[in-house]
């Protein structure tokens, strides 16, 4: 991300929401073990995205990475 760029302020919003859902602003992260961290972000990142097409953000990792290596 680029700081202060107007166009990814809401990719960053929608994160920040999405984070939330786990972990309520302004709650220590000490209250939290880190499996329930590893959890969040693994249901965080399995969550189906319509910019995406309809993927997921580990499918569409997973889809690039795929592209690179057949270069």
Do not use: C
Request: no cysteine; proline share 1%; aromatic share 12%.
């Amino acid at each position: 991300m680029h700081t202060y760029s107007a166009w990814e302020r809401g990719t960053n919003e929608n994160f920040n929401k999405l984070l939330g859902d786990f972990m309520p602003k302004g709650k220590s992260l000490k209250n939290y073990t880190s499996e329930y961290i590893a959890d969040s972000a693994n249901r965080i990142n399995k969550r189906i995205i319509e910019v995406i097409g309809y993927k997921s953000a580990e499918e569409k990792f997973i889809s690039e990475v795929q592209k690179i290596s057949l270069l």
